[in-house]
Nanobody, 123 residues
Framework: QVQLVESGGGLVQAGGSLRLSCAAS????????MGWFRQAPGKEREFVAA????????YYADSVKGRFTISRDNAKNTGYLQMNSLKPEDTAVYYC????????????????WGQGTQVTVSA
């Protein structure tokens, strides 16, 4: 069982930046793909970004491509989402997730979910 804890959310003005972290409870985190999702009020949860266990493969939603960067530090059992040029429409609860298979993150069916962290972008 992998437990994931997100941090780094908060309130930021449009155009600003935030870095989210996802700390995993298990050393085996390095063998899991991981990803980030978000859910805005009244909307369905959506895929944001994913990264392979090695960090060598990444995927992004079109809405964040060029602004967000997903990365990981397996030595620290931690994943990250660097968010730049934030827009009000990025406001949502952001969730990290881990999966044995990268494709299950892209299809929004990961093995483990974090509890989420709120990101609010003011205009």
């Amino acid at each position: 069982q992998v437990q994931l804890v997100e941090s780094g959310g908060g309130l930021v003005q449009a155009g600003g930046s935030l870095r989210l972290s996802c700390a995993a409870s298990e050393r085996t985190f390095s063998s899991y793909a991981m990803g980030w999702f978000r859910q805005a009020p009244g909307k369905e949860r959506e895929f944001v970004a994913a990264i392979s266990w090695s960090g060598g493969i990444t995927y992004y939603a079109d809405s964040v491509k060029g602004r967000f960067t997903i990365s990981r530090d397996n030595a620290k059992n931690t994943g990250y989402l660097q968010m730049n040029s934030l827009k009000p429409e990025d406001t949502a609860v952001y969730y990290c997730a881990a999966a044995v298979r990268l494709n299950t993150i892209r299809t929004m069916t990961p093995d483990y979910w974090g509890q989420g962290t709120q990101v609010t972008v003011s205009a």
